[in-house]
């Protein structure tokens, strides 16, 4: 049975927590979510991002197309976040960006790990937590199979159907049994793909906003197979006001940095960084307790509006232990500004 994977994997482990996938299970564990309904929006605009006629022209290789979205963006990221929280375990706050991804016929995707320490020069950090895990939901029925020449499996698509999988071994560094691939077909594919890592995560501004296609080499230095990677125009706009505002700030100019982290969370109000650098550059003028009435209240307000969006997203973690923070120095340096918020005024 498809399910058999997970339901072995969660009672394995109580808890259903990230420990659930020891990586010695050296295993692709498969089960099914339901698509969110919501899901068109999010793939209607991942067809913004067409491979470019260009790369297809001068390398004669098909590019698959990676649309990249944060978890705040869409609706259908938001329940599918949840689905696979609920049935994996996997929270939602430990989790990068999202991702659609589109094979129009004959791309594919050649062997690789997901390991980001993998890469040349990461080694010197150590093992790190990105991307412990992978999750893919199929939302075609058509497509190359993800196959894992180290172990034989092979995971046809399906729509609704996932497939998650550890990248590290034991010790915590990249596990080579979970390379896999993306075989070319005939027919396109759709799906979904999430890497997770072990620790809540804050992902960077989305660094995919402007299109770009990479394409990687074979042995003989020919180019074997190319991704074309884009963001919606809302991600475009709010990545570029948050990397504006990280610049400000560093200047010290707290002003500016507020009024560009608006400009991002006009366009993605829920977007986790862009809240948490918000409230960050009101508290971090440190005036708000000096301000008269009723602007001390009303700034301390929208401090903990920030922080209190944030932390419904993001309950744990470092950045998480510091928004409490912050926010029991407003309760208590403002009483007016968390009293009235919890009462509901
Ligand atoms: O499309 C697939 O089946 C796998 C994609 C993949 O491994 C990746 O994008 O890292
Ligand atoms: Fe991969």
Redesign the pocket.
Known sequence: REMAGVVAILEKCEAAEMWCFDPAVKRVDEGVVTVASALPAWVDEATLCAPQAVVRRETGIEPSVSFVASRDEFGATRVLEARIAERLGLEGHRGLMQQVLYYPPNAS?PP???CRFDRAGAQVWGPVDERAF?VLVYASDGGGL?VFPKTGVRVRPKTGRLAFWANLDDEGNCDPLST???EPSAEPKIVL?RWYERRPTLPPPNRHAKTSTRCGLDEDGRVESCRTYCASPNAAVAAEATTRAFHLWELGDYEGAEKELETALARQPRQALALVLAAQAIYARGAIIDLPEPMRTHRCRLVVRHLTTFLEDNPTGAVADEANLMLSDLAASVPTCVEEEACGG
Do not use: M, P, S, W
Request: aromatic share 10%.
């Open positions: 995707y690789h790990t997901d992978t993800t896999h691939a993306a793909q």
